[in-house]
Structures are given as C-alpha cells and as structure tokens.
C-alpha cells in the first residue's frame, strides 16, 4: 500500500501563482512515476505533469511553460509549481504514484479567480 498526501492548494488570482505537494509513504519502489492529474466539475479526470523516478517529464499542452513538476526522491515528494495560472486551472488536482500498481491522493482544490 502506498498513501499519497497534497497540500497547497487554495485560491489564487489569475496571473497568480501556487505549489503543490505531493508525499507518498508506504510500499515505495524506487523505480516509479509519480504526477499530477485534474479534474474541473462537468469533465473528465486528465494529465497536468508527470516524472519519473529518473526525473523525466511530461506535460499537458495546456500547462507547457507555465507549470513546472520536481521531487525529492529522498523524502518521497513531488512538487507542481503552477505560474500564471488561469481561472480554467481551476479544478481538484489529484497526485498520482504509479509503480506495479496506482494510487491516487485524495485531491486538493485549486481555483483561480478572474
């Protein structure tokens, strides 16, 4: 079992900026992706940004240049820099970890205000 704890979430102002933590406890593999999905009321659940263990990234289009992933692979965490953020980044941002098995957080409300 691995459990997944977020914080940092909150409201913000467009153009305003949040960080988003994510540590994972438990049953850790070293070799794993960990990341950060969200989900806006009406829509699907859908990729922000993941890293590999090996610190390798991915983004969705949508958050390219303006949101930034890291982690600390000693303390198990990862980050979400978000920058500029827009009213439509508004959603619950859910962590992911992902090994043999995925676990989700339990979700943090991010809204931005126009």
């Known amino acids: 079992q691995v459990q997944l704890v977020e914080s940092g979430g909150g409201l913000v102002q467009a153009g305003g900026s949040l960080r988003l933590s994510c540590a994972a406890s438990g049953d850790i593999f070293s070799i794993n992706v960990m990341g950060w999905y969200r989900q806006a009321p009406g829509k699907q659940r859908a990729l922000v940004a993941t890293?590999?263990?090996?610190?390798?990234?991915t983004y969705a289009d949508s958050v390219k240049g303006r949101f930034t992933i890291s982690r600390d692979n000693a303390a198990n965490t990862i980050y979400l820099q978000m920058n500029s953020l827009k009213p439509e980044d508004t959603a619950v941002y859910y962590c992911?970890?992902?090994?043999?098995?995925?676990?989700w957080g339990q979700g943090t409300q991010v809204t931005v205000s126009s």
């Open positions: 890293i590999t263990s090996g610190s390798m990234t």
């Open positions: 992911l970890y992902r090994s043999s098995t995925a676990y």
